[in-house]
């Protein structure tokens, strides 16, 4: 194992090492993990393979027929002592729609209660925040989001449903996330999206990617079915605004 006072990295099986930092999730992690990142891609090691960033890591494999631990461990380390000169790239906000109305709010109430709030505090709690998306799972273009208030954390459902409708919007435990498509699922399902997370004939085929944020905004039930329409005829798409580098 190498030490460095930001990342630590350790072999992970016989063609591959991982590089952790920090002992908890966080952005200032998250960032760190994203410069490293980006830093391999700008100088790849020539037996580098693949690069998988997590929340607090990123795995690096490599064809161990061109290199063995020893020689990728070095060039890893070298690049993290330049890690700095690498900028951050701008950050991307898209907005998505959520109607937090039935049939779509399925587990509101049951959220609120957990919460001791009414309703719409869950709402306006949910939508105040800007997401940061660390990573895509679970399913193809599932969000894990990080910056949900600790208000209406929930713990997940005792019963998993069998059947969790597309864009249904989620809480479980501190975390919040999208379903891109009908899945089961044990989330606290509050509110839905009418936009497509995922979709193979389009390119690329999932709408989010890690290190956008996401803003929810709440809409009608109304104004759900005429996104959903418009989406249904690639009519629609959301709003991004793009933060300079440095900023958040």
Same mark, same amino acid.
């Given at each position: 194992?190498?030490?460095? @006072?930001? *990342?630590?990295?350790?072999?992970?099986?016989?063609?591959? #090492?991982?590089?952790?930092?920090? +002992? /908890?999730?966080?952005?200032?992690?998250?960032?760190?993990?994203?410069? #490293?990142?980006?830093?391999?891609?700008?100088?790849?090691?020539?037996?580098?393979?693949?690069?998988?960033?997590?929340?607090?890591?990123? #795995?690096?494999?490599?064809?161990?027929?061109?290199?063995?631990?020893?020689?990728? /461990?070095?060039?890893?380390?070298?690049? =993290?002592?330049?890690?700095?000169?690498?900028?951050?790239?701008?950050?991307?906000?898209?907005?998505?729609?959520?109607? *937090?109305?039935?049939?779509?709010?399925?587990?509101? +109430?049951?959220?609120?209660?957990?919460?001791?709030?009414?309703?719409?505090?869950?709402?306006?709690?949910?939508?105040? !925040?800007?997401?940061?998306?660390?990573?895509?799972?679970?399913?193809?273009?599932?969000? *894990? #989001?990080?910056?949900?208030?600790?208000?209406?954390? %929930?713990?997940?459902?005792?019963? @998993?449903? %069998?059947? =969790?409708?597309?864009?249904?919007?989620?809480?479980?435990?501190?975390?919040?996330?999208?379903?891109?498509?009908?899945?089961?699922?044990?989330? !606290?399902?509050?509110?839905?999206?009418?936009?497509?997370?995922? +979709?193979? %004939?389009?390119? @690329?085929?999932?709408?989010?990617?890690?290190?956008?944020?996401?803003?929810? *905004? @709440?809409?009608?039930?109304?104004?759900? +079915?005429? =996104?959903?329409?418009?989406?249904?005829?690639?009519?629609?798409?959301?709003?991004?605004?793009?933060?300079?580098?440095?900023?958040?």
């Amino acid at each position: 194992m190498a030490m460095d @006072p930001d *990342y630590a990295v350790y072999p992970f099986g016989d063609a591959a #090492l991982i590089v952790e930092t920090a +002992d /908890e999730i966080s952005e200032s992690a998250y960032r760190r993990i994203r410069g #490293l990142a980006e830093a391999v891609a700008k100088s790849p090691p020539a037996a580098l393979i693949e690069l998988i960033p997590s929340y607090r890591s990123l #795995l690096v494999t490599y064809d161990s027929l061109l290199a063995d631990y020893a020689s990728m /461990e070095g060039a890893i380390l070298s690049l =993290i002592s330049r890690v700095g000169a690498f900028e951050e790239p701008a950050h991307e906000t898209i907005r998505i729609p959520v109607c *937090y109305e039935s049939p779509h709010c399925l587990d509101l +109430d049951e959220v609120a209660r957990h919460a001791g709030l009414k309703p719409e505090e869950v709402v306006t709690l949910h939508s105040a !925040n800007a997401y940061l998306v660390y990573m895509l799972g679970f399913t193809p273009g599932f969000p *894990y #989001l990080g910056g949900m208030s600790e208000r209406i954390a %929930t713990p997940r459902r005792l019963s @998993p449903r %069998t059947k =969790i409708p597309a864009g249904s919007v989620g809480i479980a435990d501190r975390q919040t996330g999208i379903y891109p498509m009908e899945s089961p699922g044990g989330w !606290n399902i509050i509110g839905r999206t009418p936009l497509s997370l995922f +979709d193979h %004939t389009r390119e @690329p085929p999932a709408l989010l990617k890690a290190g956008q944020y996401i803003q929810f *905004y @709440p809409i009608h039930s109304d104004e759900f +079915d005429r =996104i959903a329409s418009d989406v249904g005829r690639g009519a629609w798409s959301p709003e991004i605004e793009t933060t300079p580098r440095g900023e958040v």
